[in-house]
């Protein structure tokens, strides 16, 4: 039997700033509907690495493949097909929710029509139908600026969902939002991920290892600009915990020269 393709795959990605490591030699590969988790302590390059992913920062070694093109290589409308969630939300506060959420359609329209923001019937549906998706239909006339932070989240969200993406990038999506909020915002990314109706993967770095364990259906580990594990989320247990977040990325549990992975079936 042929094996299937992975849908996405960073393959020995490096990036150095004054000739400093941030990231080096990481790689990895996300299947369709796959939820994966990035965790790693606070200079462990996930910045860096999301950075290099959603193609705002150049690799200087490495490759990042979607579905068997580079993605340093997309031009102009090809980039849709990975969209970007922050964790700041970056909407536009003086649109509704619903003009937000078209933007997601900008890739598909002549830039005339997403200038004056004429769509057509059929963009403003999925819109709504994205809305809807995240349980924002309501909301769907109100301001950005009037919604809570998790609704604002959502609206991002549903804009991402818009865009009609195969990849999900979501950089530290809960990391402004209380623990309660945040899990909603998890649960909703994993169950885009788990209906089977777009087969769209999401990456998502998270600084939470229980919310990783708890959404996630894979976890890579970052440390010192490596990975340092690469776990099923079931299997990420404290000895895993260790490999990534030991005293100052060596603990008592980590490999002495950070560069093995620690792999758990």
């Not at 059929?122 to 819109?127: E, G, K, P, S």
């Not at 809570?148 to 865009?163: D, E, H, K, P, Y």
Request: glycine content about 10%; some cysteine.
């Amino acid at each position: 039997m042929t094996p299937t393709r992975s849908l996405f795959e960073v393959r020995g990605a490096g990036k150095a700033f004054n000739g400093v490591a941030a990231i080096e030699n990481v790689g990895f590969a996300v299947q369709r509907g796959e939820f994966v988790a990035v965790l790693g302590p606070s200079g462990a390059g996930k910045t860096t690495l999301f950075r290099c992913l959603a193609g705002l920062t150049s690799m200087d070694s490495g490759a990042a493949i979607l579905e068997g093109r580079d993605v340093a290589s997309f031009r102009g409308r090809e980039r849709r097909h990975i969209a970007v969630v922050f964790q700041q939300f970056n909407l536009v506060n003086r649109l509704s929710a619903l003009q937000n959420v078209l933007a997601g359609r900008l890739g598909y329209v002549p830039a005339w029509r997403g200038w004056l923001r004429r769509f057509s019937r059929a963009d403003v549906l999925l819109a709504l139908q994205c809305l809807e998706r995240v349980g924002l239909l309501p909301q769907a006339a109100q301001r950005a600026d009037t919604l809570s932070g998790g609704q604002q989240q959502r609206v991002a969200i549903a804009r991402a969902l818009a865009q009609q993406p195969d990849l999900i990038i979501a950089d530290e999506p809960v990391a402004s939002l209380d623990p309660r909020i945040g899990a909603g915002i998890l649960e909703l990314l994993r169950s885009i991920c788990h209906s089977g109706d777009d087969g769209i993967a999401v990456i998502c770095s998270l600084h939470q290892p229980h919310f990783a364990r708890q959404f996630a259906d894979r976890v890579v580990g970052m440390a010192g600009g490596r990975i340092v594990v690469d776990s099923v989320a079931t299997a990420f247990d404290e000895r895993a915990l260790q490999y990534v977040y030991g005293r100052d990325n060596d603990g008592p549990t980590a490999p002495a020269n950070g560069i093995q992975t620690l792999a758990l079936a």
